[in-house]
């Protein structure tokens, strides 16, 4: 049984480890563009919503609304003003741009919130417990998995539906095509990054909700991204979900057979899985939305 | 005057030249006179703390006390009949042991510093310099033993230039294992660590003293700073049924495992945690359950001791702090203050502050009262350190409208008697 809720905690913590990849994963699939900085977005999204939520009405949780808006705004802002000014065939300029923006924001962070842990208050939520088929489960947590579902379907159902959607799709395809039909790929670029940013966000907040974070965080949280999206196949939209839900229950089982182990054995599947399936798991499942 | 403009003639070009420029008696009026003061009568003091990176709360109040002693020292220090002009070179370490060497070159190297103040738990790469250059180092905020330990030392050899002066790694699980005796919980300790220098050292030391006291260990093992889940701790500690828990955890890790432990019904009676609640932030960071967390205490705004320096009490000291900052005082300021008490009553003592021998041999007889009790290098046991106290204390709610949400009182004194109770220790449970 204490297995059970091993793998059950495992599940919970891989929805949220899902959403921490997505942000990432939807920005590399449109624009092929490796935002490094995205593990201190999502830190500063934390800071956003730890600002916001005492005036949060209802309930605290609700917090991930404005903060989502706020970090959309900021994502159209950056890849406006920054990342569209050095899209190119060489992917280099963009990657030491974020780099220098990921350490522009964390040493902005300290230098303003200081290096304390800080966490979002969500009342007694967070201590909440129920009994499922003889196992014992957070509240919060099966909260975030929902969240992350939601996300994810809703994500999907709109690239799927809408013609935004179709516009994002068509632009992840091939730019240059699209422009011959009207499409100012930028603009697009600039809704897409926008959209990640937002993400990022809400998993930023629910991250501080569940744990705590600090401004030092971002590079822990920027491996778990990467590591869900290369697992899950870049680009893949329930690859990726599979992908932290991997990882996830991975790290729970070794640390309860090794607790010292940490992260380690999470990087071992990581390896392996790119070993044996470069591709990433949705390869087996061959469901891309994105890229042929 | 007419010295001093000598002097200013022999040391300075600079000013010899703008003197002659602006007329001799402009010069004489000019308040040149303290910047003229030649070599021979400044000192200098190095001061390394942690200012930033991983471990910097530590070092949160350290500039408020720093500009305390500036403000202290603006007319210079008279020692055996001469004044001197002090100077105080302040270094960030960055939390880093790299780069501590590097400060330690610099301010001895370079700077030539007539002794070097260390308030970080990393300074073993500052001293050891210090001890080959020859330059009197005093050193604070890490225990004896990883002191001792570092640079292959013992209590009977100690070093021939570094000091310290902290309390002992054995002396808090004394403290730890007397409290939880005392209270008449059951005696099942769940135990999880940071896997660090730190956290390692406490583990071995605390599961012999749990057997040694009877207690049964529940252990949850060492755990990496990147894991933000301890469902697998929450587990263990429930199914052992541990009644309290322990360890070295970081804030941020013990609000994740204070959360779940919460969701999965863990029955804790008292969470001893070193680390995470030695700042009223770790405690708050738990909302309304920061109430009744235990940790250990080595300064608090109730002692009655006074600062040498400026007679301040603990209370007026961390009053003022609390009121030219904004901020809740916090332990390590008691240190960062005491280790300025102890490098200038050593160079008073010393009769000759830029003799370096004189110095040294006035550290190691120093018996002094500061604010946070007694350092006492004369009477010690312990080459080179100067053991200090420490205690049990627990986090209490401070009533509705007060400024700050937590107060630290001192709950239990087993290896410091010296120390008055100041609240009875409570389970958990009484918080709720």
């Known amino acids: 049984m204490i297995w059970l809720e091993t793998i059950a905690n495992g599940i919970l913590l891989g929805g949220l480890y899902a959403l921490i990849g997505l942000g990432l994963g939807f920005a590399f699939g449109v624009m092929r563009v490796v935002n490094v900085a995205q593990g201190d977005f999502i830190v500063a999204a934390a800071f956003i919503g730890l600002y916001l939520y005492p005036w949060t009405p209802v309930h605290p949780i609700l917090v991930i609304l404005p903060v989502a808006l706020i970090a959309f705004g900021i994502g159209i802002l950056l890849q406006r003003l920054l990342i569209n000014r050095v899209l190119g065939h060489d992917q280099i300029p963009q990657i030491l741009l974020t780099f220098g923006l990921a350490i522009v924001l964390r040493n902005g962070m300290v230098a303003w919130f200081g290096a304390n842990s800080q966490s979002i208050n969500v009342g007694n939520m967070r201590f909440w417990g129920f009994n499922f088929l003889g196992m014992r489960l957070g509240v919060l947590p099966v909260v975030v998995l929902v969240i992350a579902i939601v996300l994810f379907a809703a994500l999907r159902f709109w690239l799927n539906r809408s013609r935004m959607g179709r516009i994002i799709r068509a632009t992840a395809d091939d730019h240059q095509v699209v422009q011959l039909l009207g499409v100012n790929y930028r603009n697009v670029y600039a809704v897409a990054m926008g959209l990640a940013l937002a993400l990022s966000a809400v998993a930023g907040v629910l991250l501080a909700m569940r744990g705590s974070f600090t401004p030092y965080s971002g590079a822990d949280r920027l491996l778990i991204a990467f590591e869900v999206v290369v697992i899950g196949g870049l680009g893949s939209f329930w690859g990726m979900f599979i992908g932290g839900i991997v990882l996830g229950v991975t790290q729970l089982l070794a640390l309860k057979i090794d607790p010292s182990a940490g992260l380690m054995y999470g990087h071992i599947v990581f390896f392996i899985i790119l070993i044996l399936s470069p591709q990433g798991l949705s390869s087996l499942f061959s469901m891309k939305v994105f890229r042929k | ?432």
Request: charged content about 20%; overall charge neutral.
């Open chain 2, 1 to 432: 005057m007419d010295k001093s403009f000598g002097s200013r003639l022999l040391t300075s070009r600079r000013q010899v030249i703008k003197s002659i420029a602006g007329g001799t008696a402009a010069a004489l009026a000019m308040p040149y006179v303290h910047r003229a003061i030649a070599a021979d009568d400044k000192i200098r003091i190095g001061y390394i703390d942690q200012f930033t990176g991983i471990r910097a709360n530590f070092a949160e109040t350290a500039p408020w006390v720093i500009d305390q002693i500036k403000a202290q020292l603006k007319d210079g220090l008279e020692i055996g009949g001469k004044k001197y002009e002090v100077e105080i070179l302040t270094r960030d370490s960055q939390s880093d042991p790299n780069r501590m060497g590097s400060l330690g070159n610099e301010l001895v190297l370079r700077e030539n510093v007539d002794l070097l103040l260390v308030a970080d738990g990393l300074a073993a790469p500052a001293l050891e310099i210090c001890d080959q250059n020859g330059t009197p180092a005093i050193s604070t905020i890490l225990q004896w033993e990883p002191f001792y330990a570092a640079r292959g030392s013992n209590p009977d050899k100690g070093y021939p230039w570094s000091f310290l002066f902290f309390w002992s790694g054995a002396d808090i699980i004394k403290n730890y294992v007397g409290m939880w005796g005392a209270s008449g919980i059951d005696k099942v300790v769940g135990t999880f660590y940071e896997d660090n220098d730190f956290g390692r050292g406490f583990s071995g030391g605390m599961t012999a003293s749990l057997k040694d006291a009877g207690f049964k260990e529940v252990q949850g093992g060492l755990f990496k700073e990147q894991v933000d889940d301890f469902s697998n701790q929450v587990a263990a500690f429930r199914e052992g049924g541990a009644k309290i828990v322990t360890g070295l955890v970081f804030p941020q890790h013990f609000a994740t495992f204070w959360g779940q432990a919460q969701q999965a019904g863990l029955d804790i009676e008292a969470a001893t945690i070193a680390a995470a609640f030695v700042f009223p932030s770790g405690v708050e960071v738990l909302g309304d359950q920061g109430a009744g967390m235990s940790t250990e205490i080595w300064f608090n705004r109730q002692l009655p001791f006074k600062s040498s320096l400026n007679g301040q009490s603990a209370n007026d000291f961390c009053s003022a702090y609390e009121a030219s900052t904004g901020k809740q005082w916090a332990q390590p300021m008691g240190y960062e203050h005491a280790i300025w008490e102890v490098g200038l009553a050593a160079l008073k003592n010393s009769g000759n502050p830029k003799k370096r021998e004189a110095v040294r041999d006035a550290i190691a007889g120093l018996d002094l009262d500061t604010i946070i009790g007694k350092v006492d290098f004369k009477n010690s046991k312990m080459k080179s350190v100067a053991n200090t106290w420490v205690t049990m204390g627990q986090w209490h709610k401070n009533p509705k409208g007060s400024k700050f949400p937590y107060e630290l009182y001192v709950t239990n004194n087993v290896t410091a008697p010296q120390v008055p109770i100041q609240k009875e220790f409570m389970p958990l449970s009484k918080f709720r």
